[in-house]
């Protein structure tokens, strides 16, 4: 079974910073567009960020752009999102996903991590 392995989670003051990084398996993350999606409780599953194979602009929710980032090591397999002047809106469970399609959306990802909850305090 494919695993996308999410860590960077953590609590944090309103105006804080926090890096979440995913480790995807080799041919996921050559294959696959990547990306971010967060649930926070009561809500629906949304996206955050999305990032291409190779070059191109990134994907941003309107709600984060401006304070997150995605970025990815293709030495490492691995995908980053940096989040800077965090919000208490902000506080959800924070998956990583990997889509055959752009825009990434939650309907068309193939593959999920098991997420990494994110709590910013106010």
């Known amino acids: 079974q494919v695993q996308l392995v999410e860590s960077g989670g953590g609590l944090v003051q309103a105006g804080g910073s926090l890096r979440l990084s995913c480790l995807a398996p080799?041919?996921?993350?050559?294959?696959?567009?990547m990306g971010w999606f967060r649930q926070a409780p009561g809500k629906e599953r949304e996206f955050v960020a999305g990032?291409?194979?190779?070059?191109?602009?990134?994907a941003y929710a309107d709600s984060v752009k401006g304070r997150f980032t995605i970025s990815r090591d293709n030495a490492k397999n691995l995908v980053f999102l940096q989040m800077n002047n965090l919000k208490p809106e902000d506080t959800a469970i924070y998956y990583c996903?990997?889509?055959?399609?752009?825009?990434?959306?939650?309907?068309?990802?193939?593959?999920w991590g098991q997420g990494t909850q994110v709590t910013v305090s106010s």
């Open positions: 996903a990997a889509d055959p399609k752009w825009p990434l959306i939650v309907s068309t990802a193939a593959y």
């Open positions: 080799g041919r996921i993350f050559r294959s696959y567009y």
């Open positions: 990032i291409r194979r190779t070059g191109g602009s990134n």
